[in-house]
């Protein structure tokens, strides 16, 4: 799967625009009226971004909203850096699927050199 970088004047490309907290949590709240917990789980040599059927606003959810922007932060951090942001807002903006109890929504991570370092 090929990745979208935004092009400079010049004619080379730039990293992908990172993907912040506030603007997954809007996305989410926009899409399904509440904010999905998101996971990274690597199986093997795959990565997936999982969207979890907990969400914040849930009463039984069991953070609060500093430690989940703090975790949410820490799983964007990884995306971010290893160069697939475009990829994932892209998944979050247009995934039909939504989370049911004990059932996640999988996005398998395409794995290149970048990915190797959390791959182990």
Not at 56 to 65: C, T, W
């Amino acid at each position: 799967m090929s990745f979208k970088f935004n092009e400079l004047n010049s004619g080379g490309f730039s990293s992908p625009i990172p993907l912040e907290a506030e603007e997954v949590m809007g996305c989410l709240r926009r899409r399904w009226g509440v904010t999905y917990d998101l996971k990274l789980l690597i199986k093997k040599d795959r990565i997936y971004l999982q969207m979890m059927w907990g969400f914040l606003e849930q009463q039984s959810f069991p953070l609060d909203e500093k430690t989940f922007k703090e975790n949410l932060n820490r799983t964007l951090e990884i995306i971010n850096r290893t160069g697939q942001s475009d990829f994932v807002r892209n998944w979050l903006e247009n995934v039909q699927a939504k989370p049911r109890l004990g059932r996640a929504i999988t996005l398998t991570l395409p794995i290149d050199q970048g990915m190797d370092e959390f791959v182990l």
